[in-house]
């Protein structure tokens, strides 16, 4: 993945909207044999063999696979990071499939927000900067800035740290100004890359109770790589790559509670 800066830099090209009639109003993803394949001198790797799939608003979806599986450069293309050597990608109506480096940036920062397993703050700056950093991108205003990373703050539940920087922040709460970061822009999905990777296991399912409840009262679609099936269990469905392919595509009838299980476990020292 790339850092923070890079995935959030300003477009230089303009706008393309081109409307795709057969997608679904209720879809945010639709991907139709998707293909990529990587040339290495006379060697080529097929990372991606032919993958359809449909992931609709409000979905919480967990993508999972083994090292090799491919499951990173699907996460690449969703997220705008590359493009596919074939197939089509309809991103929220919006064909994104063969646009340009500077088009998939400002696709970025319009409709994706990305969280990871490092968090990928800026050291020397607080957190209510790190989180108003997306919007400087889009040219929204100082007081908008403001307002909307102190909601998001909020939302997480870091209100009163506004002006702390990471080094004064716990793994847990680093990774919080990561999520708020990630919604300021209003996008139509998070991609939330090993975002418990980092974090012991108690702060592990704060993380994914933030993300349930955001995806349950707010209706953000989110996707979360991990390779922890455990972690799996709180999405309402489950992915899973293997050799370039979707080898299962499981929906999760009874997803983890994580605020419920957040109230049985000890509280830390």
Same mark, same amino acid.
């Given at each position: 993945?790339?850092?923070?800066?890079?995935?959030?830099?300003?477009?230089?090209?303009?706008?393309? &909207?081109?409307k795709s009639? $057969?997608?679904?109003?209720?879809?945010?993803?639709? #991907?139709?044999?998707?293909?990529k394949v990587y040339s290495t001198g006379d060697v080529e790797v097929h990372a991606l063999r032919g993958v359809s799939l449909t992931i609709n608003k409000g979905e919480f979806v967990a993508?999972?696979?083994?090292?090799g599986s491919g499951k990173s450069t699907m996460m690449n293309i969703i997220g705008c990071l590359d493009r596919p050597t074939r197939g089509a990608y309809i991103l929220d109506g919006q064909d994104v499939s063969e646009l340009s480096k500077d088009e998939r940036a400002d696709i970025r920062n319009r409709k994706i927000g990305f969280v990871f397993q490092g968090f990928n703050l800026l050291s020397r700056t607080s957190a209510l900067e790190n989180v108003e950093?997306?919007?400087?991108?889009?040219?929204?205003?100082?007081? &908008?800035?403001?307002?909307? $990373?102190m909601e998001a703050l909020k939302a997480v539940? #870091?209100?009163?740290?506004?002006?702390s920087h990471p080094n004064q922040l716990s793994g847990g709460q680093q990774q919080r100004v990561a999520i708020a970061r990630s919604l300021v822009n209003r996008p139509s999905l998070i991609l939330a890359d090993e975002p418990t990777g980092n974090l012991d296991s108690r702060?592990?399912?704060?993380?994914m109770e933030i993300f349930q409840r955001l995806n349950r009262e707010q209706g953000i679609t989110l996707i979360l790589v991990t390779h922890e099936p455990?972690?799996?269990?709180?999405?309402?469905?489950?992915?899973?790559?293997?050799?370039?392919?979707?080898?299962?595509?499981?929906?999760?009838?009874?997803?983890?509670?994580?605020?419920?299980e957040l109230t049985l476990l000890p509280l830390e020292d």
């Open positions: 993945m790339q850092s923070i800066a890079e995935i959030h830099r300003p477009a230089r090209a303009p706008r393309v &909207e081109l009639p $057969a997608t679904s109003e209720r879809s945010v993803i639709e #991907l139709d044999q998707i293909h993508i999972m696979g083994a090292s950093l997306p919007m400087l991108y889009v040219g929204l205003d100082a007081g &908008e800035r403001h307002r909307r $990373a539940g #870091l209100e009163g740290r506004e002006p702060t592990s399912v704060e993380v455990d972690i799996a269990e709180y999405a309402g469905r489950v992915i899973v790559f293997k050799d370039g392919r979707i080898q299962r595509d499981d929906k999760v009838l009874e997803p983890r509670d994580a605020a419920r």
